[in-house]
């Protein structure tokens, strides 16, 4: 797997503090000014996609028929 980009590893680091589902419109905000880059909303939407496929982040799909929503947050720690 290739090394991650300054931009998926400022969307990492954004996550740390969050315990719950981000809202991804201040994350990009956040993301932005950190990185001083801006992208289409499209383009970071890509990015917590593809963190998620990674195993870097955890991803929920909730769906209503043709409705679809799809959550971000840090993974859980599993207590054992």
Avoid: C
């Amino acid at each position: 797997m290739s090394e991650l980009g300054p931009v998926s590893q400022a969307i990492l680091d954004y996550m740390e503090g969050y315990f719950g589902y981000i809202a991804i419109f201040s994350m990009i905000h956040r993301v932005s000014l950190k990185t001083g880059t801006s992208h289409t909303n499209h383009w970071y939407f890509r990015r917590l996609v593809a963190l998620a496929l990674e195993d870097h982040i955890e991803a929920r799909v909730f769906r209503t028929g043709d409705d679809v929503v799809i959550k971000f947050r840090r993974l859980q720690e599993v207590e054992e």
